[in-house]
Structure formats: C-alpha cells, structure tokens
Nanobody, 121 residues
Framework: VQFVESGGGLVQSGGSLRLSCAVSVFTYHDHSIGWFRQAPGKEREGVSCISGLDSATHYADSVKGRFTISSDKAKNTVYLQMTSLKPEDTAVYYC???????????????WGQGTQVTVSS
C-alpha cells in the first residue's frame, strides 16, 4: 500500500495550492482518507478527511471555508484544495488511510511520506 503526496511548494500568503494523494493497492471505498499536517515543534494535526463510504467530509476549524477535500475514485486520488493560505498553514502535509472517519491521527494506519507547504507572509 502506498500513499504518495504531491503538489506542495512555496506560496505567498493569500495564495492557493492543490495537494494530491495517489493511493495504490488500497481500496478506500470502505475507508477514510485524511489529510494531516505537522509544523516544526508541533504535534501532527488533522486537517480534513473524506469517507470512502459516502464521501462525507470533515474539516478542522482552522481550515474550514478555506480548504476543500475531494476524491476521484477512478484515479484512486484524493485532493486537498487550499485557498487563502496563511503563514500558519506552513507544515509538512501527509495523507493517510484508516478505518475510522475523523481527524485523529491514531485512527490512521497507512501514511504517505509528506509534502512541504510553505506560506510566506
């Protein structure tokens, strides 16, 4: 099982980025796919997740209204569209697969290697 993130980079405050998570050999039709992030010196935190069962979505309060999670099951890819980016969004972003729908990293057992997002002020 592989989760491969892409799309990170350097962007100015107020800008946008779209992250992609390609998932191989993992049918997430009955799983949850989540996006998490970890800034230096901070714990990993949940950003957003999408249910493979019914495509329900959930967001952390800090990104609600600015980030949008979506999936293309035909391509086995999950996206995170990030707009109105702020310097505090700077972190390594990870996608992960798990059995429980939610934003607790402990509920996810499959992780990608991460992609760096840096937002300059």
């Amino acid at each position: 099982v592989q989760f491969v993130e892409s799309g990170g980079g350097l962007v100015q405050s107020g800008g946008s980025l779209r992250l992609s998570c390609a998932v191989s050999v993992f049918t997430y039709h009955d799983h949850s796919i989540g996006w998490f992030r970890q800034a230096p010196g901070k714990e990993r935190e949940g950003v957003s997740c999408i249910s493979g069962l019914d495509s329900a979505t959930h967001y952390a309060d800090s990104v609600k209204g600015r980030f949008t999670i979506s999936s293309d099951k035909a391509k086995n890819t999950v996206y995170l569209q990030m707009t109105s980016l702020k310097p505090e969004d700077t972190a390594v972003y990870y996608c992960a697969g798990g059995w429980i729908f939610g934003l607790d990293p402990d509920d996810y057992g499959y992780w990608g290697q991460g992609t760096q997002v840096t937002v300059s002020s």
